[in-house]
Nanobody, 118 residues
Framework: QVQLVESGGGLVQPGGSLRLSCAASGNIFSIIFKISSMGWYRRAPGKERELVAAITVRGTTNYADSVKGRFTISRDNAKNTVYLQMNSLKPEDTAVYYC????????WGQGTQVTVSS
């Protein structure tokens, strides 16, 4: 069974940090992971899901303007895992965060909730 399992979310004060992880499992998706660009997406309340960070197989990264300079995406192909280091968090970063390939496939994990509030 193919799964994308996100973890690491939580409640944090403005200015704080979190590190999200996403592990891909399943024989087929493990192969797909190793040959695909991966992305972190988020869906804030009342908004569409958006891509916030992406990383190619070779490690080239790209960020949405809203997170540039604060978020860092990385990947460990040996572990089929992609990470999102989030620093200087703002209340507007509050959302459910998901990982997927870039561009995204139809199958999504459950996501991990990030809440930035004092």
């Amino acid at each position: 069974q193919v799964q994308l399992v996100e973890s690491g979310g939580g409640l944090v004060q403005p200015g704080g940090s979190l590190r999200l992880s996403c592990a891909a499992s399943g024989n087929i998706f493990s192969i797909i992971f190793k040959i695909s660009s991966m992305g972190w997406y988020r869906r804030a309340p009342g908004k569409e899901r958006e891509l916030v960070a992406a990383i190619t197989v070779r490690g080239t990264t790209n960020y949405a303007d809203s997170v540039k300079g604060r978020f860092t995406i990385s990947r460990d192909n040996a572990k089929n895992t992609v990470y999102l280091q989030m620093n200087s968090l703002k209340p507007e970063d509050t959302a459910v965060y998901y990982c997927n390939t870039d561009p995204a496939k139809d199958s999504w994990g459950q996501g991990t909730q990030v809440t930035v509030s004092s």
